[in-house]
């Protein structure tokens, strides 16, 4: 049984950066596909990005409104993942999930938290002045 952790979250200004990191257990995570979702306050789950697993070239997928702000990266010799956040705004605030799957998805359905058979438990980021 795959399980994840996730660790970083904190009260910032805006202009601030911050990095989050999820472990995995039960599994290397050379071998899961991973994703970061988070969840605004009184609003659905959101896809933020995605990173596929060791021999997909590194392939990373990012939501429109972080593209140029946040970037995935893993690290196989410590099973975990990372999630770069620079430049936060206020509409950053939310709780951010870390997920995996095991399968093989196709590039669009990164973007989908139904993809993903494993979750974190969560950590919050507020950002505020």
């Known amino acids: 049984q795959v399980q994840l952790v996730e660790s970083g979250g904190g009260l910032v200004q805006p202009g601030s950066s911050l990095r989050l990191s999820c472990t995995a257990s039960?599994?290397?995570?050379?071998?899961?596909?991973m994703a970061w979702f988070r969840q605004p306050p009184g609003k659905e789950r959101e896809f933020v990005g995605a990173f596929r697993r060791s021999g997909y070239g590194g392939m990373t997928y990012y939501a429109n409104s972080v593209t140029g702000r946040f970037t995935v990266s893993r690290d196989n010799d410590k099973n975990s993942w990372y999630l770069q956040m620079n430049s936060l705004k206020p509409e950053d605030t939310a709780v951010y999930y870390c997920?995996?799957?095991?399968?093989?998805?196709?590039?669009?359905?990164?973007?989908?938290?139904?993809?993903?058979?494993?979750w974190g438990q969560g950590t919050q980021v507020t950002v505020s002045s």
């Open positions: 997920a995996a799957t095991s399968g093989s998805p196709i590039s669009s359905l990164f973007r989908s938290a139904s993809t993903f058979e494993y």
């Open positions: 039960g599994r290397a995570s050379s071998t899961l596909n």
